[in-house]
């Protein structure tokens, strides 16, 4: 065998090849699985078409080469550089009633299969291999242990052979796929359901890799792999001064601000000025000369651009110098992992340092999911900002407008290291904003509440409002009024 069974190729797909800490192991063969459509004829031409100075020699089984190649081409796959080896049963075995009415199919044809592929493999002396399906062998032989003889020995005679081995199966109720699990170096899967793609890799012998589910989708540029995010993975110094919003009520209510690498709630609900509030810190991040980036699950940018504008925060001046980026995340478009690899992108590729998230119940209804693996994700990718020293708000939506005190509305409150609420109030028969901390892990900050108004092109925080009483309640009273 190869002396480079350390050596690692690339699969062709970048998020696979992190899952498994740098590809698959040379010299090596790996079963791709999954149900029809599923994906793993892509990811085959993915890894033949890795390295354009390999080898590459595709076996085909059950498509034709002028098929495969017509279908490589519709998703932008170049084979030009890509042997192949067809074995597909040819149109003439039916025309020409090529039935085997004396001798079984395992006498006829496999040692001619076997002739075919040994000449090309010794002839053509391939880097990559791509077997599609191996399946296909379980009908030339003439019972189960045979067949795992038969693909035994096979993967030993491509691996010796100094090649690398993507191969594919066709697992059914009546014939599953079970022992080629265990003939195999490794394994991954592919799946398809209502939430999207997922990937995963059970088994990978000779090397650690990332476990648990990652999602995927097959675009015009071929399969898009995005890892599910390990917080603990990544790191970079944190400086945690203090930075302010720009609004010097809001930051004495907060003690100088927020700390730089936390993560802040800002909760209340509709119409109070949740997403203002968040708006105000990405706004003086770019003033700074830093990067913000802002994502929308719940209204769309040309809204939020106007909005803001009325309100005197010069949005769309701040994205034309690049200092913030705008983002619609739209409904049921991505999976929590491919939203973290966009956020991702900003904070490692464009070096952005605070990002908005509006809000967390846009976000559970627009990212692909069930609702408490979600919650699950978004506090890794919190933990993930944290980690790489980025400071981050999400928005939050209560349902209650007044009343009772309702700090978050899915119980994330453990995420916070700040958490900012505000709420409607009635009082002197007029109905207002008040603004107050709950929480503030790090420093302190200001235990009183605040007037806050948004005004045409201003918003101001007023004076702390001690001669009011009862607001959290829903029942404010100005203090004195009862002959205190």
């Known amino acids: 065998m190869s002396s480079g069974i350390d050596r690692r190729l690339s699969t062709g797909v970048a998020g696979l090849d992190e899952i498994l800490q740098g590809g698959p192991l040379a010299g090596r063969s790996y079963l791709v699985r999954g149900p029809p459509g599923a994906g793993k004829t892509v990811l085959g031409y993915e890894f033949l078409t890795a390295d354009p100075e390999a080898d590459a020699l595709c076996i085909n089984l059950e498509e034709s080469e002028d098929d495969a190649r017509a279908n490589a081409d519709s998703l932008g796959f170049d084979l030009s550089n890509v042997s192949f080896l067809d074995l597909s049963p040819e149109s003439d075995f039916f025309a020409d009633d090529q039935s085997y009415s004396v001798f079984a199919p395992e006498e006829v044809e496999q040692n001619s299969l076997t002739d075919q592929i040994v000449d090309a493999v010794r002839d053509r002396k391939p880097d990559r291999v ?32 100094e090649a690398t081995v993507l191969f594919t199966s066709q697992r059914t109720p009546s014939t599953p796929d079970d022992d080629l699990q265990f003939l195999s170096d490794g394994i991954v899967e592919l799946d398809q359901t209502d939430h999207g793609r997922t990937i995963t890799v059970p088994k990978f012998r000779g090397s650690d890799r990332r476990e648990g589910t990652h999602t995927f989708r097959i675009t015009g540029d ?52 949740k997403t203002t509030t968040a708006t105000l810190f990405a706004q003086a991040a770019a003033q700074r000369g830093e990067r913000a980036a802002i994502y929308m699950f719940e209204e769309s940018p040309a809204t939020f651009r106007q909005r803001s504008s009325a309100l005197g925060i010069p949005v769309e001046d701040l994205e034309a110098s690049e200092d913030l980026h705008v983002q619609e995340v739209e409904p049921l478009t991505r999976s929590a992992e491919e939203f973290a690899q966009m956020v991702r992108e900003q904070v490692e590729q464009r070096d952005t340092e605070v990002v908005v998230l509006d809000g967390i119940n846009g976000y559970k209804l627009s990212i692909q999911g069930d609702e408490e693996p979600l919650i699950r994700k978004l506090h890794a990718l919190g933990r993930y900002l944290k980690n790489m020293g980025v400071t981050v708000i999400f928005v939050d939506e209560v349902d209650t407008v007044t009343g009772n005190f309702q700090a978050t509305n899915v119980g994330i409150s453990y995420l916070a290291d700040n958490v900012l609420f505000l709420r409607h109030v009635e009082l002197d028969g007029r109905l207002r904003k008040v603004i107050g901390v709950l929480k503030k892990r790090v420093s302190d900050f200001e235990s009183t509440l605040r007037e806050f108004e948004l005004a045409e092109g201003e918003i101001s925080v007023g004076e702390p409002m001690t001669d009011v009483r009862g607001l959290l309640r829903g029942t404010p009273e100005r203090i004195g009024d009862r002959g205190e």
């Open 222 to 273: 071929g399969m898009v792999v995005f890892p599910r995010l390990v917080p603990d993975e990544h790191g970079a110094a944190v400086d945690t001064e203090a930075i302010g919003s720009g609004l010097d009520g809001l930051d004495a209510l907060l003690g100088g601000g927020i700390e730089r690498g936390t993560i802040t709630i800002v909760s209340g609900p509709t119409g109070v000025g």
């Open 130 to 161: 791509f077997l599609d399906p191996v399946t296909q062998f379980r009908n030339l032989t003439s019972d189960e242990f045979q067949f795992r003889k038969q693909v035994v020995s096979f993967m030993r005679f491509l691996t010796e052979s």
